[in-house]
Nanobody, 122 residues
Framework: VQLQACGGGLVQAGGSLRLSCAAS????????VGWFRQAPGKEREFVAC???????RYADSVKGRFTISRDNTKNTVYLQMNSLKPEDTAVYYC?????????????????WGHGTNVTVSS
């Protein structure tokens, strides 16, 4: 499975961005998909994930601001990010599991895409 994340950019605090993660090579409609982020000098951290039937989990830091969704007809998962804060600045990565169930640890994911940069200015 190849994953391609896009949609990052520079936005002012309070603004919004929508990230997309498109899969190729095989369908991932039966896979859980997650978003992670890594800020400079910090470890990669969990942001959100969605299971094969659309059940979602979020990190406490993004609850109420970010929404993960999937369109299996397009083999794509989205991360809608609203009310962005400077502390959301990071490289965002999407990842997929072979399994349909959600997970929050990086080593539980089997496939990773290249990251997309998100910068939130104050």
């Amino acid at each position: 499975v190849q994953l391609q994340a896009c949609g990052g950019g520079l936005v002012q605090a309070g603004g919004s961005l929508r990230l997309s993660c498109a899969a190729s090579g095989r369908t991932f409609s039966s896979s859980a998909v997650g978003w992670f982020r890594q800020a400079p000098g910090k470890e990669r951290e969990f942001v959100a994930c969605i299971n094969w039937v659309g059940i979602t989990r979020y990190a406490d830091s993004v609850k109420g601001r970010f929404t993960i969704s999937r369109d299996n007809t397009k083999n794509t998962v989205y991360l809608q990010m609203n009310s962005l804060k400077p502390e959301d600045t990071a490289v965002y990565y999407c990842a997929a599991r072979r399994w349909p169930y959600t997970a929050t640890m990086t080593d539980e994911y089997d496939y990773w895409g290249h990251g997309t940069n998100v910068t939130v200015s104050s």
